[in-house]
């Protein structure tokens, strides 16, 4: 059995902009203040249902990671494509042409890094920022790893969540607790001392 550590690279780019957008601009995400009013009234709705991140808010959620996330799957399908295709001249001029030219043409690039052989070899997908964004192998298929961008936005989002949240129970627990004081008192106001 041979085990080899070997790695190749390659750049691929996208032959789409509209699937794939700069980082700089991926990155230019922000809480705003309409996004948080949204948060806050789907926590204290969930909250009176009495449960937590319902399913309006994971889908806010998974809207808002998409929008800093690279496009995995135009990713996966330029792979599929260029390892199907079997013209690998055709990736090798794209490699040694002018990165600067082909970055305007094309859009960003994505570095490949190939590594071992025979069974025990995998592909990584790392995009211009150096973040692994995929990872390939033979026996588990493709693996989606989150950028940072992508973890920023899912901490601001819980946590904007979470806080409104709690503050939605404790209200709804004190008005429970007030509501069961006033009945208290109510009914000891019509003890009968006859009986």
């Known amino acids: 059995m041979e085990i080899s550590n070997n790695y190749s690279t390659a750049k691929v780019w996208n032959t789409s ?18 996004l948080k009013e949204k948060i806050v009234d789907l926590a204290k709705k969930d909250a009176q249902d009495n449960v937590y991140m319902g399913n309006a808010f994971m889908n806010l959620r998974k809207t ?23 013209n690998m001249s055709a990736m090798k001029e ?3 042409a002018d990165k600067k030219w082909l970055c305007m043409l094309f859009g960003i690039p994505y570095e490949a890094k190939y590594q071992g052989t025979g069974t025990g070899s995998a592909i990584h997908v ?4 150096g973040e692994e964004v995929l990872t390939y192998t033979g026996g588990v298929g493709w693996q989606k790893k989150e950028t940072k961008a ?8 819980k946590m904007t969540y979470y806080e409104a949240f709690s503050e939605a129970r404790k209200a709804l627990n004190s008005e429970e607790k007030a509501g069961s004081i006033n009945e208290d008192i109510i009914s000891q106001g019509n003890f009968d001392m006859k009986a």
Not at 17 to 33: A, F, I, P, R
Not at 64 to 86: C, D, H, T, W, Y
């Open 64 to 86: 808002e990671v998409s929008k800093v996330a690279p496009n995995r799957a135009a990713l996966i399908g330029k792979f599929s494509q260029s390892m199907n295709s079997g």
């Open 150 to 157: 992508e973890s920023q936005v899912h901490s601001a989002l």
């Open 94 to 96: 794209v490699e040694e």
């Open 126 to 129: 790392y995009n211009e920022d």
């Open 17 to 34: 902009n509209k699937n794939v957008s700069k980082s700089s601009e991926k990155n230019k995400w922000k809480l705003t203040d309409s």
